[in-house]
């Protein structure tokens, strides 16, 4: 695992060494910088495979192609063998010196024989022309900026602002969509100067120009898989295959295990295909009880007889909540990112690697709002519409609730999206504003810009697509897939993960996995109650307690925090003088949420949370960084090597 930038066209030294040194938290280890008179690479490497050797940027046998990698490539054996089989000589035993060798043979069709996350940069001297490309789930991030016939790349934004020549400057819209969703979708990021490769992109940079192309995406499958015995046997035997993959490993790994079904699936077929193999597994706790799941994860790791830790996590966490805004980059209000962070914290102290069960919600259909769809269409057929336009309208009334499961709010959403169609309803239940709630809240939005139009083609060209339009489930777990997961779930995987140095592994991610679900007919893929596929292909081989628990998200709580133990935190970054100052947000607007909220009139607290991550990464990107800038400079110059 590393951090990795770049650049193209006239390679500054120091600026090199200081996009290196601000990401060293995603690379402990070791750092390297490497450049000829086109072209300049940097990387710092946190040691997972080869302890001893691949060190970046590295190269070819001729030093004709040179890389930096950042991620995993978990068939590097196979691909190496035959490789080598061809006459390749290889330095190392590193897997990402396998991106080299096969980039030789295959161009960049390289890219389709990789299995694994990844985001990586490789410099082709001989025809002088850069090849970026990001995993197809979009795992790891990569971000780039093309200007004036020169290109520049990072694991992080952050590395790319350190140039001078790179605007701070907020891209509105992507802020809109930040706000819509919590999260900036890709390409976007909040920087107007700034992009990130979409999962499953590459992009080629020669001749000052840049040329992008999508090199995977779920296809439909040629033949459905129509029976449940076939099913059953395909899922897990891919599931077993990606968990015994992404074991690769020289350093100790462990596994967050939440309790809940997709964590409690891997840690029980990490047993099974390696019965030899120490595993420690790490949980959170929380004092409030329905967001705990501590008793179901003890469970869980008697039975697979591993190494356990727990944390209780408190409401402390504002301690951590402007350091995290640094490392996101961006703004990101999924409350997760804390106890993401603070689990990660926690798995250091023993492990280097950490597997997470995150991807199985999207890949079989395991959020509540699936089964909503479900009962929508049942609903709009038995219920004329001028009774649901009554019932929407009378919603309003019921109140949130404080637990986890929230059962009367999403009641209330339910009803109020009861005239929609599909496509709106699914928006209405996935997006925190209304448009015209949005543009109240941030007035400066031009009125071109449509913050869901994105979101909104993608979910209608799923409904349209033959194998999941006659099952909304189906194309709102796609839409999820290619949003949500890479934009919300696995940025903040990374990002939180990566600022205490432990990397995160996604077997749920995976691309042969992902291939084989999506070859299953929809029908078996859906059922009574959620993940029904995995639930029956897991059933046998986990504690019963597991399959008969209620899904709790992997969430704090959030609201009744805000209106104790972090209702001065954001009393301090929402109060009147700081969005006066700032001038994005109405003012008005931000006010009566907060009344709303503390007054237990309406639970805002995601609303609230968005907007607190706001004004942390305004403070982080805006107010402290030219002194963070000169900081990082100042440190290179000390440094062994200075600005050389």
Not at 47 to 53: A, K, T, Y
Not at 146 to 151: C, F, I, Y
Not at 610 to 616: Q, V
């Amino acid at each position: 695992m590393c951090g990795i930038a770049g650049m193209v066209g006239a390679p500054d030294p120091r600026l090199l060494r200081a996009m290196a040194r601000v990401m060293a938290h995603r690379g402990p280890d070791d750092e390297g910088v490497w450049r000829d008179d086109q072209a300049g690479l940097a990387a710092r490497r946190l040691r997972i495979i080869d302890l001893v050797g691949g060190h970046q940027p590295m190269a070819n046998e001729d030093e004709s192609c040179w890389l930096v990698f950042n991620g995993e490539i978990y068939n590097y054996r196979q691909l190496r063998a035959r490789l080598e089989a061809k006459g390749h000589r290889f330095r190392s035993r590193s897997d990402g010196e396998t991106i080299l060798h096969l980039y030789e043979e295959e161009g960049d069709g390289c890219l389709e024989h990789l299995e694994g996350m990844f985001g990586f940069a490789l410099w082709d001297r001989a025809r002088r022309r850069l090849l970026l490309a990001r995993d197809p789930l979009g795992i790891k991030p990569l971000y780039y900026r093309e200007q004036n016939g020169r290109l520049a790349f990072a694991s992080e934004a952050k590395a790319l602002l350190l140039d001078p020549a790179c605007p701070r400057d907020p891209d509105l819209p992507a802020l809109a969509a930040y706000l819509a969703f919590l999260y900036v979708p890709s390409p976007a990021t909040a920087f107007a100067g700034v992009r990130k490769l979409a999962p499953g992109q590459g992009l080629v940079f020669e001749e000052g120009r840049a040329r992008l192309w999508e090199y995977w995406r779920p296809e439909p499958a040629a033949r459905l898989v129509s029976t449940t015995a076939e099913a059953e046997h395909r899922v897990l035997a891919a599931l077993a295959d990606s968990v015994d993959r992404h074991l690769v490993s020289d350093v100790p790994l462990g596994v967050f295990l939440s309790g809940g079904l997709d964590s409690s699936s891997i840690v029980t077929l990490m047993r099974r295909v390696a019965p030899s193999t120490p595993i420690r597994t790490f949980t959170l706790d929380f004092e409030e009880a329905s967001f705990g799941e501590a008793a179901s994860a003890r469970a869980v790791a008697q039975a697979v007889g591993s190494d356990h830790r727990e944390l209780v996590v408190r409401p402390q966490v504002a301690e951590v909540l402007p350091t995290l805004a640094w490392h996101l980059d961006e703004p990101l209000a999924d409350s997760s990112l804390v106890i993401t962070h603070l689990i990660a914290r926690l798995a250091r102290e023993d492990v280097t690697v950490a597997l997470s069960g995150i991807g199985g919600d999207e890949l079989f259909l395991g959020y509540p709002r699936y089964l909503g769809l479900r009962l929508a269409g049942h609903y709009t057929r038995l219920v004329p519409a001028p009774l649901r336009r009554g019932l929407a309208r009378a919603a309003g009334w019921l109140p949130d609730s404080a637990r986890s499961t929230d059962p009367t709010g999403r009641l209330r959403r339910f009803l109020e999206a009861g005239p929609l169609d599909t496509a709106a309803r699914y928006l209405t239940w996935i997006s925190f504003w209304s448009e015209p709630a949005l543009r109240e809240l941030l007035p400066a939005l031009p009125g071109e810009d449509d913050p869901f139009a994105d979101h909104r083609e993608r979910l209608l060209r799923a409904l349209a697509d033959g194998t999941t339009g006659a099952h909304p489930a189906g194309a709102a777990a796609a839409l999820d897939l290619s949003t949500y997961l890479p934009d919300d779930l696995l940025m903040l995987g990374d990002k939180m993960t990566m600022a205490a140095s432990l990397e995160v592994r996604v077997p749920f991610c995976d691309r042969r996995l992902v291939e084989v679900v999506g070859s299953i007919d929809p029908k078996l893929r859906s059922g009574p109650g959620l993940k029904p596929l995995l639930r029956r292909v897991m059933g046998p081989l986990l504690p019963p307690a597991i399959l008969r628990q209620p899904k709790r998200g992997f969430m704090v709580p959030l609201s009744r925090w805000l209106r104790g133990p972090l209702a001065e935190m954001a009393g301090d970054l929402l109060s009147e003088p700081v969005l006066r100052r700032r001038g994005l947000l109405a003012v008005p607007t931000v006010r009566r949420l907060i009344a709303d909220h503390n007054a237990g009139r309406r639970n805002h607290a995601d609303r609230l949370f968005a907007l607190m991550m706001l004004e942390l990464w305004q403070r982080a990107f805006w107010d402290e960084w030219p002194e963070r800038r000169r900081a990082v400079f100042a440190e290179v110059d000390r440094a062994p090597g200075g600005s050389g």
